[in-house]
């Protein structure tokens, strides 16, 4: 293995497997660096395995209510352990899919936890200790993020557990209580409500998934509360007493404090970045409220340094983490016409049921900005795709800019919504306004042709409302 290279990324997820790859598609001589396995957090203890578990619960809610289909069938009963097994049978065959794009780029993979150091090298210390010095022209630190630890909340990894554990647990708890309602706290609060478990979700926050428009987030509580999943908003976690068989759980809510006697706690209550101990001080690299600070090409204060992904200010997910690191490798590769990324146009989706997705502006904060909008909202209870699927339950909305047709954010909940936004974004991104939404032919039926609905809606020329 080479001690000099162009471009050494530290860290192998989204942005850092993605860097490496578009670096030696580019001729640079790459080397990625990983602690633990190709693919980083997202494909071995995140997105992907989260989907196959959520993905195993959907599947076992359609057994429950098969009779709504016609179809009748014995008891069902869910296999915890092997529904875990699954799931990282999935995140390892992802693993091993990165390994073997590794390999076709020809791309050296060192292991061990690297710290950078002055001078454009990086300091490799594997599992035994040994520790060995690599340069390189250009270093991108994709070091990524990890479990938030609420100071009252302490983790123990047994009774009060992060994503990593709740994906991995032994046994299927009987009850559970979730911090946070965010995309880890509703997707594992799904996952688990749906397969038995008695589940109370904690919001600090007025809303459940506080990031999503305010139509969102009351659909989303009000078809949990169909699930049976208990949800207090307005609410703080003050403490939790693991000295006995469960938890207890202390929690301040607008009603005064309440108690609740649970047998496991998940703190899903965000991310924080891992940028402690990668020599970012000896280095000089700045930071700012736990983030490394970079301008729009992801480059650091210090020459030939670079930052992507969760570390960075950006949203923590993984689409952005790659768009970074292929904007980031793609300027210093000296490529024309490399653009800044928009934050704005980032599509965010939560795969709970029903799903969650959305981009650009809420309403609230199209007003905030000063917009006259037009807003239009079509029910999937009156889409014949959504009711064929049994599936009947959310809505598409969509924010149009009054004066100029600019189309301004779109938010939908409901089966499969996650693979409907991408038309919004591309439709953004070509600055496409609303009327040339409402003259763009959608095929029917589909779930899809619910966002040409809310387009016509917005306008006063709905014909299926």
Known sequence: ??????????????GGYVAAIRASQLGLKTAVIERENLGGICLNWGCIPTKALL?????FEYIKHSKDYGITVGDANADFSAVIKRSRGVADSMSKGVQFLMRKNKIDVINGTGKVKPGKKVEVTEKDGKATTYDAKHIIIATGGRARQLPAVPIDGQKVIEYRKAMSLEKRPDSMLVIGSGAIGVEFAYVYASMGTKVTIIEFMPNIVPVEDEDISKELAKQYKKLGVEIHTKSEVTKVDTSGNGCKVFVKTPDGEKTFDVDVVLSAAGVIANIENIGLEETGISTDRGKIVTDDYYRTNVDGYYAIGDCTKGQALAHVASAEAI???EKIAGLPHVEPLNYNNIPGCTYCTP????????????????????????PFSASGKAKASGAPEGFVKVIFDAKYGEWLGAHMIGYNVTEMIAEVVAARRLETTGHEILKAVHPHPT???????ATEAAYDEAIHL
Do not use: L, N
């Not at 993905?55 to 599947?59: E, L």
């Not at 779930?447 to 609905?453: Q, R």
């Open 355 to 378: 799903e969650i997705a959305s981009v650009g502006y809420t309403e609230k904060a199209a007003r905030e900005a000063g917009y006259e909008i037009k807003v239009g909202k079509f």
């Open 55 to 59: 993905k195993s619960a959907q599947v």
């Open 447 to 453: 779930m899809s042709e619910a966002i040409k609905d």
């Open 327 to 329: 904007i980031c490798i």
């Open 1 to 14: 293995m080479a001690s000099q290279y162009d471009v050494i990324v530290v860290g192998s997820g989204p």
